[in-house]
């Protein structure tokens, strides 16, 4: 029995090694809001574990035994430090967490484009794949009159080419031509 235990620790300890190069650094990096969705895992505690957590409009996710717990503007790193100090804190000794974006905020697309909205960002978008989410470009579209404006600077729209990256929670705004 003790054995048992002490390989799948280490077979645990193994798999979060060789899978954490193919966590992208962009998530690292990538500030948690409203609408993402997380996925938190709690090792060797299935019932602290939750496979989808919706970002609440206030910033929040609700973990088991610990209630709310603001995440917003966090990265995953440092969400995972969070909620291991609050398990920590009366509940485990020495929590491990894993926290991954399992879906990010929309993209919206607007304007000359077929089929304007919301849609889910994918890492690598670009403005050419996001209208292209959104159908394509109408036939009174022009590719000179595309703007982005990023989340968190809504005063700023700026203009862009094709292959520029996107962001979650970005507005792209596709203009008409005149002719």
């Given at each position: 029995?003790w054995c048992d235990s002490v390989l799948t620790r280490i077979l645990v ?104 909205g919301g849609y889910n960002y994918q890492d690598g978008l670009t403005v050419q794949r996001a209208i292209v989410l959104a159908g394509g470009l109408d ?41």
């Open positions: 029995m300890l193994w798999v979060m090694v060789m899978l954490s190069p193919l966590v992208s650094a962009g998530e690292r990096s990538y500030r948690i809001d409203s609408e993402d969705v997380l996925s938190v895992t709690v090792f060797d505690e299935p019932e602290l574990s939750v496979e989808e957590l919706r970002v609440s409009a206030d910033g929040t996710i609700s973990m088991p035994l610990l209630g709310a717990i603001k995440v917003k503007s966090l990265t995953t790193d440092q969400v995972e430090k969070k909620i291991a100090r609050l398990l920590a804190d009366g509940y485990l000794k020495n929590p491990r967490v894993n926290v991954s974006v399992v879906e990010y905020r929309f993209v919206y697309v607007n304007g000359a484009v077929k089929t304007p036939e009174r579209a022009s590719e000179d009159k595309i703007t982005i404006t990023h989340e968190g600077d809504e005063d700023h729209p700026v203009r862009v080419d094709m292959n520029d990256p996107v962001r979650p929670g970005d507005v792209i705004s596709v203009g008409e031509s005149f002719f």
